[in-house]
């Protein structure tokens, strides 16, 4: 089966700090990978590497076979990509439905002379991304909160809010960094559903999590990066069990 | 009688000015002071056209608003592309250097102004005529940016302030949308600057410098940005203020810098008071009625 995400030979560093050393990397369709590390293992500058937020040194990314080479940030998600944020970065200016509104891949105003000159249009697009964003808010428990700042709310269901923001993309490939740091209770089983749900319909999802029971219940498989380097890959179950890696992890 | 015109043409065409000035850099957070260069654009623009090839007025306004309008993409698109911080240096830049260049050419008049702009309505319907319809465009004016504001467009501008990374991250196109105001913004000057050019007949290249950048500026910031009525008092404030002063009959010499210093004192005043302005902007973005569909969850969350 042909992989959505596939990284190969994906090198970055920051002046003498290795993030990236020559990565390998596949996502498959319907398949939810979960990435282990320490802090600083580059777990984040991976994804900002496959976003476009930083440039590689070498390496190539393809997302459905198609280059992601020099392409700015939007194209990528234009092509179906989209991300959490390990420290939220919601729109703190908007109410939660807002923020699911410019989700989409094609925003009902992207373009100004559209705005200008086809409101019929933009009336059309609004309506439909806000079908889409309740039927979102829906699956995710958010319907009451809706209409709230993003302040206002708890700070789990602020991480809540950013997985569905990720999912207005309709997305072929999902990044989730840290969905669940700071997150208990019932958020928890929501955002578990949420993310089996994304994953049944076909897409590819890769979640960084240092919650190990979370990544258990949640992944098909694991991968367990180190200073910027895949050490190694399968059964989640496999990877917590191996005593050298569990003494990587904490540093003993 | 034409001095109380001439304020009231004052005050729409800077309520136009500020208006538009703050769509881009209160809705916009685009960080630009060079908007009187897109003023004068249009008014140079305008002036030269009819006078030169007998364009009719309200056509050449519109070319005058046009000519800004693309201008502005010569110092946007190459600044933007760089980074956000560097539009402001290389605005005023272009500014600056525009305001050189068109001193040392005597075609427009040179650094003596260009005179003779043809008029328009004041001959046929008096110089009332005039006045009502820089008031109307200004009113035009502000229903426009508000109704551009409140709408999907304005919704995206709040994100791509709030934080641009993850804006991008949705898909959206940052540069573009900043071209695309600073584009619109500018536009809107060079039709005020038009519309300046047949009413008074005279302008120079000095006129359109840093002094007018700051009291633009200033009426934006006394008047509270990102609000539509903001701009509005601050441009009536502004240019009703030194008129006051003047009624004081305090000799030139005093009444010259008074006025100087009226600008700087008000920037400082409520930067450190009120620095809100008059009226300060919701810290919520909400959208116009019919953009917020007919959910009941709607009025609830304002309460
Ligand atoms: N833009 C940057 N400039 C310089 N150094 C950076 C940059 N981004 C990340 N780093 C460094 O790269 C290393 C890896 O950081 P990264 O955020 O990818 O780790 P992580 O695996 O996500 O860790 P955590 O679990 O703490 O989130 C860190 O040492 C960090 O300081
Ligand atoms: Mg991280």
């Known amino acids: 089966m042909s992989s959505t995400l596939e990284i190969r030979g994906l090198c970055k560093s920051f ?37 476009g937020v930083v440039k590689p040194d070498a390496g190539s990314i393809r997302l459905d076979g198609q280059s992601l080479e020099g392409l700015p940030t939007y194209q990528r998600a234009r092509m179906g990509l989209a991300r959490t944020w390990q420290n939220l970065r919601l729109f703190p200016s908007l109410s939660v439905m807002d923020n699911l509104m410019l989700g989409p891949r094609v925003y009902s105003a992207d373009r100004l002379v559209d705005v200008l000159f086809r409101p019929a249009q933009i009336r059309a697009n609004e309506a439909e991304a806000r079908d889409r964003a309740r039927d979102i808010l829906e699956r995710t428990g958010l319907s009451p909160i809706a209409q709230s700042r993003v302040q206002d709310i708890s700070f789990g269901q602020q991480k809540l809010v950013g997985v569905a923001r990720a999912l207005m993309n ?18 928890y089983a929501l955002i578990q559903k949420a993310v089996r749900d994304i994953a049944a319909s076909g897409v590819a999802i890769c979640v960084v999590e240092h919650n190990v029971a979370f990544i258990r219940d ?14 190694a890959r399968g059964s989640v179950e496999q990877l917590i069990a191996d005593p050298h890696l569990t003494e990587l992890y904490f540093g003993t | ?144 940016i508000r109704w551009l504001t409140q709408g999907p467009y304005g919704r995206m501008m709040t994100a791509m ?79 009703l203020m030194p008129q006051v002063i003047t009624f004081f009959n305090l000799p030139p010499s005093i009444l010259g810098p008074l006025q100087g210093l009226l600008f700087t004192g008000l920037v400082l005043f409520f930067m450190f008071v009120r620095p809100q302005g008059l009226l300060p902007a919701a810290d919520l973005w909400v959208g116009r009625k019919p953009l917020e569909g007919a959910g009941h969850s709607g009025k609830e969350a304002r309460s």
Not at chain 1, 20 to 48: H, M
């Open chain 2, 161 to 239: 302030r709030d934080d641009e990374l993850a804006f991008s991250m949705l898909g959206r196109n940052a540069i573009w949308i900043k071209v695309a105001v600073f584009a619109i913004g500018s536009g809107i000057a060079g039709i005020a600057g038009g519309l300046y050019a047949h009413y008074f007949r005279f302008i120079e290249p000095d006129q359109f410098g840093l002094l007018q950048s700051s009291a633009v500026l200033t009426m934006v910031v006394v008047g509270g940005m990102r609000t539509t009525m903001g701009p509005v008092i601050g441009a009536i404030v502004l240019q």
């Open chain 1, 218 to 231: 949640l992944c098909d498989e694991g991968v367990f990066m180190f200073a910027g380097k895949v050490l």
């Open chain 2, 1 to 144: 009688m034409d001095f109380v015109y001439s304020i009231l043409i004052f005050i729409g065409l800077f309520v136009i000015l500020a208006s538009s000035f703050d769509l881009v850099i209160g809705h916009c957070g685009l960080i630009s002071i060079a908007h009187p260069i897109f003023y004068a654009i249009g008014a140079y623009v305008s002036a030269m056209l009819s006078k030169q090839s007998g364009m009719p007025v309200p056509l050449s306004i519109l070319c005058g608003g046009v000519g800004a309008l693309l201008a502005s993409a010569l110092v946007s698109v190459p600044a933007l592309r760089v980074s956000g911080d560097y539009l402001l240096i290389a605005s005023i830049g272009f500014q600056l250097g525009l305001i050189e260049l068109a001193k040392h050419f005597h075609e427009i008049g040179g650094a003596g102004g260009l005179t003779n702009i043809p008029s328009f309505l004041i001959k046929d319907f008096g110089r009332e005529s005039y006045v009502v319809l820089v008031l109307a465009l200004a009113g035009v004016t502000v229903l426009f």
């Open chain 1, 15 to 51: 002046g003498g700090i290795v993030v990236a050393d020559s990565i390998d990397l596949d996502l498959s369709p319907g398949r939810v990978l979960g990435l282990i590390g320490p802090n600083g293992a580059g777990k984040t500058s991976l994804f900002n590497l496959v976003c």
């Open chain 1, 170 to 187: 309709d997305a072929r490939c999902l990044l989730l960094d840290e969905p669940m740091a700071g997150v208990e209770g019932q958020t």
